[in-house]
């Protein structure tokens, strides 16, 4: 008996060690799923699984760039354009009027012709759309009549022409970024979507099985499961070398990575990095974007109700100045993470120089807080939404900061969803949030008297506006450069956001079994840029 | 028993009344907005349209009066649209449905047939090899969450030895049942550990219990066969204990297992109910607990007949 006890025993050890040990490389001679030429991308579950993701809010995916196109193409840092859908632009001296001439004989995935019409549905349809990311609405609400057709006071926008293939933008402001927004803005097809109702665009069936102008198309959608990409016949450009796409519905990255069902991936989580650096089989990629973790200071509602515990701005400066930010950065994100002291990053060259690094400085902290009056028998109520571990170890560690200055932290996730968490319940005096931001435009916008959620934290401040118009309106790169200066020393007076890092983000590629040129440069995962796919081959 | 049935069935309308309002005015107190979960605050948001969706999907309305209208429509048969993903309530269900049938069915099938047959096993070998084996079988798999289950059987048979997919419920080309099986195998055998081993401790302990009884021995006395005593006269009465328990994970069937299907990719009800609560997508979630209550309910009333089959002293009344 105590033989067999045994026997059971050392087999059930045995396979608990087989389950904690490194796990099988991809096959190096080529078998198995080595010579599977299909290309392997990852939803995480949880997100809608029905339907393939609407691209006005985000945009970004592999699988959204290699379908939908824009009508110009960015670079990785989103700056400069080339032709897409567009063959070519031009904008008049005054940067009130913006000429966009489509390509000819463009197609839908379905054969039909995509035109300018197409163009001027997606810009009227966009004015209405519920979900959509702030970039577009900022940028069109500035065509001349965008408002009145908005608010549905007129029945088309009358600085939107169309003319053949030419469609003239007529502005009431110059936008430093228009044809930047224009190369991250997917165009829809009206024939499919005309009828749709545009609040409810994000969640209208033409998605089980969307008519595309990319490179590929969807051919089948396994709702739940996964969803197919194969080459659009239609797609007038260099055809890809990856025939097909599979995109599967999946709750854990890694374990995909590891049966090698994953060829591309990114992500920050530093739980995630350290996983997939594990698999010799995945090149890691960090990628710089304008990624901001910062604290939000629950400051007065738009009624202008005041929260004492944070009104002061000594306060807000303690805070930061209590906190050791680079030994949080290098702990937890090491070489992840950058410091961050405004909303342009230190190595930029807009960076203002002369503005506060706030060093790590306990001591000024706590006479500061003293000087503000600080009630220090008060507890501080620090907020989070994110759930991810290292977020939970992020706020761990700035709550022990805090307690080193002597005050009382609570903290804790929100229960609710963020944005309602953030700025409609407000039970909070500081919150973790993150920003992905496409330019500085909207890592300033939060300041802005206008901005629907931050008034319901900043109580409507109107101090940014001026410069947030000057810094949108602007075009040129010197004056954009003295305008973001301005807006530093502003932002560091005032204290209204409390920059802590800016982060990378790591794009993960299966190297066992993909080629990518190395002229691809990498940039912003979430915002469409140039990645050259069509040159992308397997091994 | 038809008059117990319609009285039990009855009795069930105002108890789902009651769950339906209960779960929508609990999910009142979250603060959780649907719209808002749409819109990350990671990105910059087009705020504007926002309220105009709200408003269009009657979500300003006072609480009492979105009950009420659900409730309406859901006696009607509509059973309404999902929020966030803009799917009908319906068509999730046909989709999800039948993907938390198969798999629970599977596990219930394995786990009854294992755990009952072991449990039975143990109990007539006491403190034979088998009752050790089905010992250490109970506590481990009572013992072990199945998340933690669910992780090691992937990491073992679908990571190291790469015999079978790490999750999701089909592939391209493998969509009929048969062709898919495959991706079964550690889902429901995840599934059916824990399963498998409340129920062998059931028999096993229910058994031992009869066993001992004063009719058992008599039984034995009147030189009945030995397989005839444990079959007819002793597995018929130990039986009732267990079947209250197999009767009550019928709803799993319904409701699925958030964790299994969570940990397997697994397209289900459990993975909707958990999407839809974290995105207070309360038409979904009303329907779908609606639904588990309702199977929970109906369990019990095959609790009572059950027990009222088995047990002679027992009435439907």
């Known amino acids: ?539 | 028993m038809a008059k117990f049935l319609v009285k039990k069935i009855l009795a069930m309308i105002p108890m789902l009344l009651a769950i339906s309002a209960m779960v929508f005015f609990a999910l009142e107190l979250t603060p959780t907005d649907p719209i808002n979960y749409l819109i990350s605050p990671d990105m910059a948001s087009s705020a504007g349209n926002i309220e105009a969706l709200r408003e269009s999907l009657g979500l300003n309305d006072p609480a009492i009066i979105r009950y009420f209208r659900w409730l309406f429509n859901l006696i009607r048969g509509d059973f309404g649209y999902s929020i966030i993903s803009g799917t009908s309530i319906r068509e999730i269900i046909m989709l999800r449905l039948p993907a938390t049938l198969e798999l629970a069915l599977v596990s219930l099938v394995l786990s009854t047939i294992i755990g009952i047959g072991i449990g039975l096993l143990s109990a007539i070998n006491q403190n034979g090899w088998i009752d050790y084996v089905g010992r250490v079988m109970g506590v481990v798999g009572i013992s072990i969450p199945q998340f933690f289950f669910g992780i090691v059987v992937i990491q073992i048979f679908a990571i190291q030895f790469g015999w079978l997919p790490f999750g999701s419920r089909m592939a391209p080309g493998q969509t009929a049942f048969f062709d898919r099986l495959h991706f079964m195998v550690l889902p429901a055998f995840t599934m059916a550990i824990a399963m498998t081993a409340a129920l062998l401790r059931y028999t096993r302990n229910s058994m031992l219990d009869v066993l001992n009884k004063d009719y058992i021995k008599l039984a034995r006395s009147k030189g009945i066969p030995e397989w005839k005593v444990y079959l007819k006269h002793a597995f018929r009465t130990a039986l009732r204990p267990v079947l209250v328990i197999l009767i009550f994970r019928l709803p799993i069937l319904i409701g699925g297992s958030i964790v299994i299907e969570s940990v397997f990719s697994w397209p289900g009800i459990g993975s909707v109910i958990l999407s839809s609560i974290s995105a207070g997508d309360y038409p979904v979630i009303m329907v779908t607990t609606l639904l588990v209550a309702a199977a929970i309910l109906i369990s019990s009333i095959f609790v009572d007949i059950a027990t009222a089959l088995l047990d002679p002293r027992v009435r439907f009344e």
Request: glycine share 6%; aromatic share 12%; charged share 20%.
């Open chain 1, 1 to 539: 008996m105590k033989k067999r006890i045994a026997i059971l025993m050392v087999l059930l050890l045995s396979l608990t060690l087989a389950a904690c040990s490194t796990p099988t490389e991809p096959d190096p001679n080529g078998n198995g799923d080595q010579k599977d030429h299909v290309f392997y991308v990852t939803i995480l579950t949880g997100d809608t699984t029905d339907k393939f993701p609407h691209l006005w809010n985000n945009r970004g995916a592999i699988f959204q760039v290699t379908t939908f196109r824009s009508l110009f193409l960015p670079n990785a840092e989103l700056t400069e354009v080339k032709p897409d859908l567009a063959s070519s632009y031009e904008i008049s001296e005054d940067g009130l009027t913006v000429e966009v001439v489509m390509k000819d004989n463009l197609k839908w995935s379905d054969g039909q012709p995509l035109t300018a019409a197409d163009v001027e549905f997606s810009i009227k349809t966009n004015l209405k759309a519920a979900v959509s990311n702030g970039i577009y609405t900022n940028a069109f609400t500035k065509i001349e009549g965008a408002s009145a057709y908005k608010e549905g006071s007129a029945d088309s926008i009358s600085g939107l022409e169309v003319d053949g293939n030419k469609v003239t933008f007529t502005l009431t402001t110059p936008v430093g970024n228009f044809i930047q927004v224009l190369g991250q803005f997917a165009i829809y097809p009206k024939h499919k979507l005309e009828n749709a109702d545009p609040l409810e665009l994000h969640n209208n069936d033409f998605w089980k099985l969307p008519v595309s102008n990319g490179m590929y198309k969807v051919t089948e959608f396994n709702s739940g499961n996964y969803f197919i990409l194969e080459l659009n016949e239609h797609y007038e450009g260099t055809k890809p070398k990856i025939e097909k796409i599979q995109v599967n519905f999946i709750a854990d990255a890694i374990a995909a990575a590891q049966s090698n069902k994953l060829d591309f991936y990114n992500t920050n989580s530093t739980d995630q990095i350290s996983e997939l650096s594990k698999l010799s089989a995945y090149k890691a990629t960090p990628v710089d974007i304008l990624f901001y973790r910062y604290l939000i200071p629950n400051i007065k509602d738009a009624t202008g109700k005041v929260n004492p515990t944070v009104n002061d701005v000594r306060v807000r400066e303690a805070i930061i100045r209590a906190i050791d930010r680079k030994a949080i950065a290098e702990s937890l994100y090491p070489s992840l993470a950058a410091l961050s002291n405004a909303g342009v990053p230190l190595d930029h060259s807009a960076y203002n120089s002369s503005i506060d690094g706030y060093a790590y400085d306990p001591v000024k902290a706590k006479a500061l807080l003293e000087e503000a009056g600080f009630d220090f028998s008060k507890t501080l109520k620090l907020r989070m939404y994110h759930t991810d571990q290292t977020s939970i170890d992020f706020m761990d560690a700035v709550a022990y900061y805090l307690g080193e200055v002597g005050i009382t932290v609570d903290l804790a996730v929100f229960q609710g969803d963020a944005t309602s968490e953030l700025f409609q319940v407000r039970d909070y005096d500081f919150a973790l949030k993150n920003l992905s931001a496409f330019g500085f435009e909207e890592w300033y916008g939060e300041y802005a008297s206008t901005n629907a959620n931050f008034r319901n934290i900043l109580g409507g401040e109107t101090a940014f506006d001026e410069l947030i118009e000057r810094l949108n309106a602007s075009t040129e790169a010197a004056e954009r450069a003295e305008i973001l200066k301005e807006l530093q020393v502003l932002e560091q007076e005032l204290l209204y956001k409390l920059p802590l890092l800016q982060l990378k983000n790591v794009i993960f590629i299966n190297n066992d079994r993909i080629s990518v040129p190395s002229s691809v440069k990498f940039g912003n995962p979430w915002y469409n840029h140039d990645i050259q796919f069509e040159a992308w081959s397997f091994k």
